[in-house]
Structures are given as C-alpha cells and as structure tokens.
C-alpha cells in the first residue's frame, strides 16, 4: 500500500512538474526503500534514467532482511530498482558489500564524500570530548558514559553530548546520580549552535553498534577534530591513523 500510494501522489506532483518545467533528464532518488516502486513505474512511464544514493541502515543491522525474505514482494520490488538504475549510490564500502550480498548485483558503487577544504572556526576549545546522535540503542550512548564515568569522573576532562531520543531521560538521570558535573548534554539546539559545539571540541565520539556512513565524524574532522569511533562500518571509510582511532565493534569501556 505505501509504494502504491507513493506512486500516486508522485506521480500527480509529477505530471505538474513536468507541465511547468519539461521532461527531466534524470532523476536521482533517496532510500530505494521508499521509492523503489515509484522509480520503475515512472522509468517505464515516462523512459527517464534513474540513480539511486542508498543510505540506509536497515541493510547493515538485518532489519531489511528480518522483513521481506527473498520470495517477498517487497524485496522483489528493491531489488529490481536497483538492477534498473543506471546508478547505485552507497555512502561507504560496507553499505556496497551488503548490498551487493544481499541482491546478488554488482552495479553498486561508493560515493566518497572528502574534500581536501577544511572549515576553520576560531572558538576556545571548551570540551575534550563531543558527542553528537540521536539518544537510541543503536549509538549506543551509555558506552561513552560509562567510560567518562570510569576515566574521568572529577578530572578536569569536560564531555558534551548534543542529541535527543528515547534514552535521553535515562541519561539524564544517569549523570545526576553518579554526579558527572564535567557532562553537559544538551537534548534542544540549533544545527548552526551544533556545529559551534563540535568546533569548540577537541575530539569527538561515535559509539554505534550499526552505522551506515557518519556523517557526523567528517563534520568533526571537517573543523579539525580528531576522532574516536567503533567499527559499526561506515567509519571504516572515514577514520584512519592520520585523523583517529577505530576501536573494535563491540568494543568494551576500558577499551
């Protein structure tokens, strides 16, 4: 029903775009989940080539495979959107082999997202270490805080964490009882006020068990930050031994 209903209403904003603006030449899509349907439809319609930029997690953690089997329509659907694409997009190497794995195809390809500029803002550094994700299971937070806790519980070392979610009351609560007053978590900012406080760090952390890309590790080594992150397999594109660390995947607090 939701590929049926995203065709639909695409396809009316469509035939209004094309009325205004004329016929694409290409189109360039988002997460094949969503619009996969959409893309072979309009392709068989209209013949407009398509490329697909997947970032998706659900490849990497099994949540894609633990819905739609290989006999599931659904899969069916996706799979032959990305064999009909002229294109396939993936944001690091470990998104290509899975999909690759997955699908049986082999016209998936890595977009590297480096540039050789770097962002300079003049701020004082005023944290060690920052954190910036959403406040869920899979960033796995309280890794990061039961580290700082074990480490650097009333040293002069500051942590900020910037993000909100289903963890963050817990945190929260955490940090109060075992009295971390060097942790400020801020769960409510602006992306200009976000950006400030990466610029204002010295490191920053990313402690997920899954991860497509990262895009948050190159925002930091964007204003210069060094950078430690598991190996939940985006990061293995990103962190090398000039700019961090790569801890193990399910890496444990002393480490």
Do not use: W
């Not at 988002?30 to 997947?54: Q, R």
């Not at 190497?93 to 300079?120: A, D, G, P, Q, W």
């Not at 805080?145 to 900020?160: D, E, G, V, W």
């Not at 955490?174 to 009295?179: A, E, N, Q, S």
């Amino acid at each position: 029903i939701n590929y049926y209903l995203h065709y639909f209403f695409f396809n009316l904003l469509f035939k209004k775009y094309v009325k205004n603006h004329g016929q694409p030449d290409i189109i360039h899509a988002h997460f094949s989940e969503f619009t996969a349907y959409t893309l072979i439809k309009i392709k068989e319609k209209y013949k407009i080539p398509y490329i697909i930029t997947e970032h998706s997690t659900d490849f990497l953690d099994g949540k894609f495979l633990s819905q739609y089997n290989k006999d599931n329509s659904s899969f069916k659907i996706v799979r032959k959107s990305f064999k009909e694409a002229n294109y396939v997009l993936c944001v690091s190497s470990i998104l290509k082999y899975k999909l690759r794995k997955i699908f049986n195809l082999n016209n998936f390809h890595v977009l590297h997202n480096f540039t050789k500029k770097r962002r300079t803002l003049k701020y004082l550094k005023k944290y060690d270490f920052v954190f910036v994700g959403d406040l869920i299971k899979r960033k796995n937070p309280f890794l990061l805080l039961k580290t700082f806790k074990k480490y650097f519980k009333n040293s002069k070392r500051k942590l900020i964490i910037i993000g909100n979610g289903i963890l963050l009351n817990k945190m929260n609560k955490y940090i109060r009882f075992h009295k971390l007053n060097n942790v400020k978590l801020l769960s409510s900012i602006k992306r200009n006020d976000v950006l400030k406080k990466i610029s204002q760090s010295k490191i920053i952390i990313l402690t997920s068990s899954h991860e497509t890309f990262g895009v948050v590790l190159i925002e930091g080594i964007s204003y210069g930050l060094k950078v430690i992150s598991t190996d939940s397999g985006g990061p293995r594109d990103i962190v090398n031994k000039f700019n961090g660390i790569l801890l193990k995947k399910k890496a444990n607090i002393d480490e």
